[in-house]
């Protein structure tokens, strides 16, 4: 497998810059996407955080997590202690796959096959950023750090992927999705308790 890996590059990319032309050079997998979104942060951050994929306002502004969950990750990252400038924020599926309904691109999930051909970045975009702790925000960061499909109740916490260690945590945008108030509330402090957790393991 790791032959079959590196055989994968052309030019091995030696810089995340390189990186990020070979991604966006070879374009969504599913027609539809504005742009390759690319990882954001310090290039030897301690922390990198994986989301799933870019939503409509990641597609549109090519930033990762700046729509509604990217909005609600940064407010708890602050309040947790963890300063979003400092941390290295990707996600496991570059393009943003959706739904057009009406005037509405409806966000749809990436499939394993999906997760499966972005993964080599994601691994090269590791190695290259050499994190302490690698964050996996869900369940299709963990699918594409582990290969395996895990719920995240039963891994939610430390972790190890490969050589590095790990954490396991809900996306933010689980927590968008939760019917009532009070099971929001409830679920947003048990992720603070993890990004603070995250910011102890990183020090
Ligand atoms: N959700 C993600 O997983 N990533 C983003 O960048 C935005 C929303």
Same mark, same amino acid.
């Given at each position: ?24 050079? /070879? ?84 499939? /394993? ?68 108030? /009070? ?18 393991? /990183?020090?």
């Amino acid at each position: 497998p790791e032959r079959a890996l590196e055989a994968m590059w052309d030019q091995e990319p030696k810089s995340l810059k390189e990186l990020n032309a070979i991604i966006a050079k /070879a374009g969504p997998l599913v027609p539809g996407a504005t742009q390759a979104v690319f990882g954001e942060g310090p290039a030897h951050a301690e922390i990198v955080f994986v989301g799933e994929q870019p939503g409509d306002q990641e597609d549109l502004q090519g930033r990762p997590f700046v729509g509604p969950a990217g909005k609600l990750f940064t407010k708890a990252m602050t309040e947790a202690g963890i300063d979003r400038k400092d941390v290295y924020l990707t996600n496991a599926v570059k393009h943003f796959k959706f739904e057009q309904r009406g005037h509405r691109r409806i966000h749809s999930k990436p499939t /394993a096959g999906e997760v499966k051909h972005y993964r080599p970045w994601l691994v090269k975009e590791l190695e290259l950023v050499k994190p302490k702790l690698v964050v996996a925000l869900g369940g299709t960061a963990l699918l594409a750090l582990t290969g395996k499909s895990t719920p995240i109740t039963r891994s939610r916490g430390r972790a190890r992927f490969g050589s590095y260690e790990g954490y396991v945590t809900v996306h933010p945008s689980y927590l968008l999705r939760l019917p009532d108030e /009070a099971t929001k509330r409830e679920a947003y402090e048990a992720f603070l308790n993890d990004l603070r957790r995250i910011h102890d393991l /990183a020090q």
